[in-house]
């Protein structure tokens, strides 16, 4: 019998979805009698993808299911914190065989929600006050599109176009209209009517533009067709067909500025990256970013310990002992320190600074306030402001 090939929320908290060698390090540990054994855990980051400096860091939420219930203590930066090499993302401090066999699960929820966030966030640093629309659910498993879109969204993306994801965060899910409905209806004109004539005003009218014809004259077709109730036009153009897209966008622009359709936005999606946004952001007004959102550089989160029974310690290359990353409130600095050795103002400024690493978790119990993506998503935005711009090595 045909089935999904997913795994359910159970076999993820009971650590089926584990690899096999925590749970034989679990098994001779209690044989052993060393399952008690104290450790703190690091979750850290020690080399970005190429091009990198930063990250964003998302699945908190997640790990906090996870680990809720069991006999841990968890402090962790809050969710949509732009983090950079080194620094502890979230330690787990308890007995080692009460939580150890989750490390992949763990590492897991963090990579993937965090390098999609970091995307992101590298898009919409990219495109300023421009909209970003995640348009890649079709890149990935549908059992992990609601996640998916979450953290796109987190990372601040303006919306999403999947339905899972948008009714998770609370959202509107928003979209254009595909070639099919299009061809199904012969001709162009015909369909954008049809999609005018069924929608609710509160959907907007967005007509995809490249189907049959050159861009520039379906684009001014569509405004004739539609008027003052056109939102934009949308080039989809593939990369066979593309040409030099900014030619292509700056000839529409022109025709529909010079028939007096101003207000139309122009909408671009099909192989939009972060640094394709930075080249258009000046002719482009809303960018759909699919497959470069969902399947992103790994951001390669670890989980190492650092502590064994109250005593610093570490594997070859990491930094023993537990720390706080301290960040500066004014000029955005960091300074990572050993626990305990805090400092008041920041070394470079003088500023107040905070400390990034709060209590998430304490004996199993969730003791932290979970926000609402939109609020996670504003927390993040105010960050991109302090960071560099992409092409200036952001």
Known sequence: MAQFFVASEEDIKNGLTTDIYYVRTREV???????????????????????YTWAVLAGVEEVAKLLEGLKVDVYAMDEGTVFRLYQPLLRIEGAYGEFGVLETTILGLLRHSSSIATKAARCKKAAGDKLVISFGVRAIHPAIAPMADRAAFIGGCDGVAGISGAKLIGEKPMGTIPHELVIVFGDQVSAWKAFDEVMPPDVPRIALCDTWFDERAEALMAAQSLGAKLFGVRFDTPSSRRGDIRRIVEEARWTLNIHGYTNVKIVLSAGIDEYAIAKLKDVVDVFGVGTAIMFPPSVDIALDIVELNGKPVSKRGKMPGRKQVYRCLNCFHDELKPLGLKIEKCPKCGGPVEELLKPLIKNGEIVRDLPKPQRIREYLLKQLDKLPNITEGG
């Open 29 to 51: 540990l209690i044989k052993k009698g060393l399952a008690d054994t104290k450790v703190a855990m690091d979750a850290h980051v020690y080399s970005f993808p190429k091009g």
